[in-house]
């Protein structure tokens, strides 16, 4: 007895001095700032980057399995070039490629002015009348893009996508607290996000005067499934504030505020699945749902096409805070609530918007 004790103290000191003497895996981190850094940095925080294109060349560039991390801070990154993330790294759930502000909106010290702006200038392809321009392209799994600004493309007859997954195959994209804001006719999106594959999640993010916000695309056996949108607020849609193409019933779809939008839902003209729409308000929209494809609005949706809805407010108005003008000074202050319900009024219970803590308390006030 006193001999297998021994044994077995020998054994755990072995495994306790093979862990520690495993090597740690290091997040790969790089700092992009557009103010101060330099391409010719190597990405530290006191020697940050310029652009997030040589971010990405340095990630493309690697076979490192993750994760990897690349923070942005304040200021405006103008591309004029589309930026593309594609290799082969072994990125998994836990350890994801992120993209994201230095400054995330949930951070108490964070304003609107705190966001990394994003506008594109990227010259669109294919044809003289119908061309399109990406700005992110997403080639690899599991990836997040937090707490970024997207401006439209100024080029005219442009269509725009702010984020671009092409691939059937890929799965598991993320984009979180991040505001597309639309300029009019200047500044324009077709798309602020379209992705092909499975598992694309949308959450608390906000977009204003835009043409369709989120299409949920192709995936390659057909359906596409572990698609989400939640906690978003949508204004002024010109088109659809959502479009599914092949995704599944699973879609899941609630604490969003759809407003002041053309067509709530838009939907291949083969999708006739009934989604799940719950704890949202859709008013002052002028159509419910339609079919469509990228060549054409057929029109709205017959009693063929119906929603499961729980919750659902569609009578109201939706108030949102727009910037102000101080009287101390001839300048346009945002405020922190910049773009989100005004407090008091009808949707500012909801939760939706760039601020996940704000929607977690609403959560514990319902459960209690």
Not at 188 to 209: K, Q, T
Request: proline share 5%; hydrophobic share 40%.
């Amino acid at each position: 007895m006193k001999r297998r004790g021994s044994l077995n103290y020998q054994y755990i000191f072995l495994v306790v001095m093979v862990v520690i003497s495993a090597p740690l895996v290091n997040a790969e981190v790089l700092f992009v700032d557009g103010s101060n850094g330099n391409d010719a940095n190597p990405g530290t925080k006191d020697k940050p980057l310029r652009t997030i294109a040589r971010a990405a060349t340095i990630v493309n560039s690697s076979k490192e399995p993750g994760p990897t991390m690349i923070k942005v801070g304040p200021g405006i990154y103008i591309m004029d070039e589309m930026i593309t993330f594609e290799n082969q790294r072994s990125y998994t759930r836990d350890a994801r490629l992120i993209i994201e502000a230095t400054i995330l909106p949930d951070d108490p010290a964070w304003r609107p002015v705190h966001m990394p702006i994003i506008l594109s200038t990227v010259q669109g392809i294919f044809s003289a009348n119908e061309m399109h321009a990406l700005t992110l392209r997403v080639e690899v799994n599991h990836v997040t893009i937090r707490g970024l600004s997207f401006l439209g493309n100024p080029r005219p007859r442009t269509w725009h996508y702010a984020v671009h997954r092409v691939g059937k195959h890929l799965r598991d994209l993320v984009i979180a607290q991040c505001l597309f804001l639309g300029g009019g006719e200047a500044l324009r999106y077709s798309s602020p996000i379209c992705a092909n594959g499975e598992e694309l999640v949308v959450d608390h993010c906000i977009f204003y005067d835009c043409d369709i916000p989120v299409i949920f695309w192709n995936a390659e056996d057909g359906l596409s499934q572990g698609n989400a949108m939640r906690y978003c607020i949508v204004d002024g849609v010109d088109i659809a504030a959502v479009w599914t193409c092949q995704t599944d019933v699973d879609f899941d779809f609630h604490h969003n505020i759809v407003t002041r939008s053309q067509y709530f839902w838009m939907r291949a003209p083969n999708n006739k699945k009934k989604y799940i729409v719950r704890d949202c308000i859709l008013t002052d929209n002028k159509y419910n749902s339609g079919f469509g494809t990228a060549s054409a609005i057929y029109g709205q949706t017959g009693p063929e096409v119906t929603f499961g809805e729980k919750n659902v407010i569609k009578r109201g108005t939706i108030q949102l805070e727009k910037s102000l003008l101080t009287p101390e000074a001839l300048s346009v202050a945002r405020p922190r609530g910049y773009l989100h319900v005004v407090p008091g009024t009808l949707g500012s219970d909801l939760g939706a918007g760039l601020f996940k803590k704000a929607a977690s308390l609403q959560e514990q006030t319902n459960n209690n």
